[in-house]
């Protein structure tokens, strides 16, 4: 099975750095994804992981360590519009699913 | 092309009632998913097709839930017998082909709501 851990909330200021964590656990780890979700909105794809690394795209860079079942996102020149949750997801190759992490919080503060 | 929609965008219903959401894929995807997010929680498999086929039902919660797909486009989530907890956001995606590592594209989601 997979288990995705993520912290509830997080808070940040307008024009900083915040990295959001996860951590995962599974048993036919195929990649890990992150989400933006705006309140009462659809998740929309932001990253996807498989390799070891950092992948940058725009102000959003997403790494993952296979080794350590970890992954973070993190959003440079936070801007008003990046709060949101972020919803961390691991695939599994063996039933081919996405398992969810419960979501970060962020709140951007001016 | 569009993207996936879903309606009704919203449904109140009264306890023991039974209802229908729509899900319409992105045209040419042939994977389906159905989701189910409570607040503050991430979006909870259901059940997924392959075209026509469902290829893994294992998250429907019983058999008050089922889920149809019978021309491998539009879906159709039916809750017969609606109970309070069910009330939720039913989130529908759509992926190009089936695979772990095809993304995901989401639709707007059904508020549902059990009185």
């Known amino acids: 099975g997979q288990n995705i851990d993520q912290p509830t909330e997080m808070t940040a200021t307008e024009g900083a750095i915040v990295q959001i964590n996860c951590t995962y656990q599974?048993?036919?780890?195929?990649?890990l994804f992150w989400y933006q979700q705006h309140a009462g909105e659809a998740p929309t794809f932001l990253s996807y992981?498989?390799?070891?690394g950092l992948e940058e795209k725009g102000r959003f860079s997403s790494f993952l360590s296979r080794s350590k079942g970890y992954s973070y996102l993190l959003l440079k020149e936070l801007q008003m519009k990046d709060s949101a949750s972020y919803l961390c997801?691991?695939?599994?190759?063996?039933?081919?699913?996405?398992?969810f992490g419960t979501g970060t919080r962020l709140q951007v503060f001016p | 092309g569009a993207g996936v929609s879903q309606t009704p965008s919203n449904k109140v219903t009264e306890k023991g009632k039974y209802v229908e959401l729509r899900c319409d894929p992105i045209s040419g995807h042939t994977a389906l998913y159905w989701y189910r997010q409570s607040l503050g929680q991430g979006p909870e498999f259901l059940i997924y097709f392959q075209g026509t086929g469902a290829a893994d039902d294992s998250g429907l919660p019983n058999d008050r839930f089922f889920a149809v797909r019978p021309e491998g486009s539009v879906s159709t989530l039916k809750i017969q017998r609606t109970e309070r907890g069910d009330s939720a956001v039913y989130l529908c995606a759509s992926s190009l082909t089936r695979g772990a590592r095809e993304t995901q594209y989401f639709g707007p989601g059904t508020r549902l709501l059990v009185l």
């Open positions: 997801a691991g695939a599994d190759y063996n039933t081919d699913k996405l398992i």
């Open positions: 599974t048993s036919g780890f195929n990649g």
């Open positions: 992981n498989v390799l070891d």
